[in-house]
């Protein structure tokens, strides 16, 4: 079963991908960022630290983590979030290992995917058999966001700014998927690269 990581720019189309590997092929699909939900549910190890690390007054009335409370604790404070990543980024790491080998053992899917745009900085590239790169051109993306989401081009430049250049999304992965045009050209490049991977795994 092969581990495939899938990264990008925001904008880049990331989800659309998914959706059609999801469909059309027998896999799991895990996002980082849902992932980092579950494991700070209550009766989690993570969620026991970090009550410990940022006190008990973050759970809302269903004993719940509250995001805002617990991003407004945070904010300002890089080595409270560098503490609060180190409980978390663990967790979840330990969760899709835990899942990925799950799969395995029940052979009832080819390709085990996760998704995140901070793959590559967390540290998943020893991690995975493949790294891929949903590249989009920064135009396309930019009226992607403007036009699903609403952000202004303020935001989006704050955003992109903070994530890595495509420069190095492309030295650190295997496989680059070009969003840009028409989705079905996408499909094909993935398609591609699939069936090649679900060929070799025959033999």
């Known amino acids: ?5 899938i990264t990008g720019g925001v904008g880049a189309g990331k989800s659309e991908i ?41 759970v809302d009335q269903n004993r719940q983590i509250d995001r805002q409370v617990m991003a407004d604790r945070i904010f300002g404070h890089a080595e409270l979030l560098e503490k609060v990543n180190g409980i978390i980024h663990p967790a979840v790491k330990k969760f899709l290992l835990e899942r990925l080998e799950e799969a395995r053992a029940a052979g009832r899917v080819d390709l085990f995917f996760v998704e995140a745009a901070l793959l590559i900085e967390g540290g998943y590239l020893n991690l995975v058999d493949e790294m891929w790169y949903v590249y989009a051109d920064e135009t396309v993306r930019r009226d992607r966001l403007a036009g699903s989401r609403g952000y202004s081009g303020d935001k989006i430049s704050q955003i992109m700014a903070r994530q890595l250049s495509e420069e190095k999304f492309r030295e ?8 840009s045009g028409s989705f079905q050209d996408s499909c094909s490049q993935v398609d591609r690269r699939l069936q090649n991977i679900l060929k070799s795994s025959v033999y």
């Not at 079963?1 to 990581?5: E, L, S, T, W």
């Not at 059609?20 to 579950?38: F, M, N, P, S, T």
């Not at 650190?172 to 969003?179: A, E, G, L, P, Q």
């Open 18 to 58: 998914l959706a059609y590997i999801r469909k059309k092929y027998r896999c799991e699909i895990y996002l980082a960022d849902e992932v980092a939900h579950l494991v700070k549910q209550p009766g989690t190890q993570a969620y026991q630290e970090l009550l410990g690390l940022l006190g008990g007054d973050i």
């Open 172 to 179: 650190c992965c295997d496989f680059v998927i070009d969003n």
């Open 1 to 5: 079963m092969h581990f495939i990581g």
